[in-house]
């Protein structure tokens, strides 16, 4: 049975996480793109292109977990889950193409060759370190909601957070080499982000993926239910059980085995104590459906 209060509240959650994100990554951005320039660092530009790709990201994320979060209707019994999975495929392309960006303009640096007067100030060097600091701090802090909730989207977007984090200490170590004398570490800094990038944006695809295309729930999760299904009074046993992602939720279908001389009755009341114990107990189950076998 769908909890709408829980519901609202992981939607409220989500909204809270993503005002935070938006503001600190707006300030974070200003501070990544001003430093680039002024310190003249194109690997420093190219993280900070990255944190505004973030800033979008959040939309879009956001957006996912809100349609997602809409009550069952008439045209989706089911409800809307999967919309979360759809903002995280968005999610990765956007990356990908970011990623792609990037390192074309990595690349181009490095074939042309010319670094004259492109060695980057202290200022880049400053930027990465709070940069680093700053992004692991949102990747925490948006895993912690994600996780709360159950949101792909989510924690998609923390992920996202992290690779920023580590794209940047490859700005740090490209700029730190660069002002050592090494001018060609910086370009290959934006290499490394590229690569960071496109790792983020296939780990979301894949995983958005794989929730899309109602894939079952890990052998763990599946033994768990087997067990608790079996613990209930009535209950002789497990015949089957199937399971089925349904974006952040899940779906659980159980065939029990009953003394067949029970009345109608007391087999629905053993069905009941299943199906709710299950979704009482997995709040991650959308709906649990219970069949009764008799027993031979």
Not at 105 to 129: F, H, R
Request: a negative charge; charged letters at 20%.
């Amino acid at each position: 049975m769908e909890n709408t209060v829980t519901d609202r509240s992981a939607i409220a959650l989500a909204n809270r996480v993503a005002v935070v994100t938006v503001l600190i990554n707006t300030v974070l951005a200003v501070f990544k793109l001003v430093a680039g320039i002024v310190a003249n660092s194109a690997a420093m530009i190219s993280d900070a292109v990255h944190t505004i790709s973030d800033l979008l990201t959040t939309f879009i994320v956001i957006i996912g977990v809100n349609l997602a979060g809409q009550k069952p209707d008439s045209k989706h019994p089911y409800g809307h889950e999967r919309f979360e999975c759809v903002a995280s495929i968005v999610l990765a392309l956007l990356l990908g193409l970011v990623g792609a960006g990037i390192g074309y303009s990595g690349v181009k640096t490095i074939m042309e060759g010319n670094y004259d007067g492109k060695i980057p100030g202290y200022l880049a060097l400053v930027a990465a370190v709070v940069s680093i600091a700053t992004k692991e701090w949102m990747y925490w802090y948006t895993r912690a909601a994600a996780k709360k909730i159950n949101s792909g989207a989510l924690m998609a977007d923390a992920w996202h957070h992290r690779s920023d984090g580590l794209s940047s200490i490859g700005v740090l170590i490209g700029i730190a080499g660069a002002m050592m004398g090494y001018p060609i570490l910086d370009p290959i800094a934006s290499l490394v982000i590229c690569l960071f990038i496109l790792k983020a944006s296939y780990d979301i695809f894949a995983d958005a993926i794989n929730k899309m295309i109602d894939s079952s729930c890990d052998e763990e999760t599946v033994e768990a239910l087997r067990a608790l299904a079996a613990a209930q009074k009535g209950v002789i046993k497990v015949d089957d059980i199937r399971t089925r992602i349904f974006g952040a939720k899940i779906f659980v279908d159980i065939e029990i085995a009953a003394d067949k001389d029970l009345t109608l009755t007391l087999a629905h009341k053993i069905a009941e104590s299943v199906h709710d114990t299950v979704e009482e107990k997995f709040p991650n189950v959308k709906h649990c459906m219970v069949h009764v076998n008799p027993y031979k």
